[in-house]
């Protein structure tokens, strides 16, 4: 039977099991990277507008559109910037894997509380988030690095004392704001 496939099919063969074993590497190296990390807060006041402004450069390459509520009642958030980012960061991918154009993430301070709201999702995408919130590894091979971003993000989220909600064409991340001690 290994005569009967030609050059260049077994050259494209041999791609496609480099390609499967590059990235079985990169997801294990990221899983150990993951379950040995200490993961610490820093936790810092920061102007709403300064931590728009990052996420915005941090995003630039990503296909999504960032709104701020106009009625920002909490100027000021206690929260560790630089991991919320990543955060969101690891999230805007995991969506843009599944809707591909039209991604908005909206940040909104109503009382207390930081809202970071991804929309509009597709409802496969929302039933793809709520199965790996449940179980971030639960899903296909090519799931499972969607599914190691999303258990980061989750990991970050607890952190904050934050929670998910799930709605009708959107993920919510909902973290304590000022004035909610919040324990590490």
């Known amino acids: 039977a290994r005569e009967d496939i030609g050059v260049g ?3 494209a063969i041999s791609r496609s099991i480099e390609s499967i074993v590059d990235h079985l590497v990169e997801l294990a190296q990221e899983l150990l990277n993951f379950s040995s990390e200490h ?3 820093e936790r810092q006041g920061v102007s709403l507008e300064a931590f ?3 996420l915005q450069t941090v995003l630039r390459g990503h296909e999504i559109e960032i709104e701020m509520s106009d009625r920002v009642e909490n100027p000021e958030l206690l929260l560790d910037a630089e991991r919320v980012i990543e955060a969101l960061t690891c999230l805007t991918s995991v969506f843009e894997r599944f809707d591909k154009s ?3 993430l909206r940040i909104d301070t109503p009382g207390t509380d930081i809202y970071f709201s991804f929309y509009p999702l597709s409802a496969t995408t929302l039933d793809v ?5 449940g179980d971030p590894f ?3 091979m090519e799931e499972h690095t969607v599914g190691m971003k999303l258990a980061v993000a989750v990991r970050i989220v607890d952190l ?3 929670r998910f909600v799930l709605e009708t064409d959107r993920l919510s991340i909902i973290c304590p704001g000022r004035g909610q001690e919040v324990e590490v």
Do not use: Y
Request: proline residues 0%; glycine residues 18%; charged residues 20%.
């Open 9 to 11: 099919e077994r050259d």
């Open 39 to 41: 993961m610490t807060l």
């Open 52 to 54: 728009a402004a990052k």
């Open 102 to 104: 039209g991604l908005h």
């Open 129 to 133: 988030a709520n199965r790996m919130l």
């Open 138 to 140: 639960s899903g296909t």
């Open 160 to 162: 904050h004392g934050g």
